[in-house]
């Protein structure tokens, strides 16, 4: 599967950004979807998953309570509402496929993953 995410750019302490991700060459339908970020010089961390049927999301406590997850699959696209942006949230941010209906916050789970999308958030 090829994953396409975009949406990223350069936006003020407090703003928003919408991120999308457009899964092509394999239907998502019932694959776990996950969104994870690197800051400069960190290691890739998880953000938020979502299972296939969209019912069940999971996130980092850092960003829970201003991020949302959700999902179109007869679009084939996974979304990331993120809201009340900080700085450290800035960083690439990647969606992921995984090969299970369930997800998990390990990166070992998700077999596909998109090109990234550069979020920054000025203070």
């Known amino acids: 599967v090829q994953l396409q995410a975009s949406g990223g750019g350069l936006v003020q302490t407090g703003g928003s950004l919408r991120l999308s991700c457009v899964a092509s060459?394999?239907?998502?339908?019932?694959?776990?979807m996950g969104w994870f970020r690197q800051a400069p010089g960190k290691e890739r961390e998880f953000v938020a998953y979502?299972?296939?049927?969209?019912?069940?999301?999971k996130y980092a406590d850092s960003v829970k309570g201003r991020f949302t997850i959700s999902r179109d699959n007869a679009k084939n696209t996974v979304y990331l509402q993120m809201n009340s942006l900080k700085p450290e949230d800035t960083g690439v941010y990647y969606c992921?496929?995984?090969?299970?209906?369930?997800?998990?916050?390990?990166?070992?789970?998700?077999?596909?993953w998109g090109q990234g999308t550069l979020v920054t958030v000025s203070s």
């Open positions: 992921a496929a995984s090969d299970h209906p369930y997800g998990s916050n390990r990166r070992a789970d998700f077999g596909s």
């Open positions: 979502i299972i296939w049927s969209g019912t069940n999301k």
């Open positions: 060459g394999r239907t998502m339908s019932s694959y776990a």
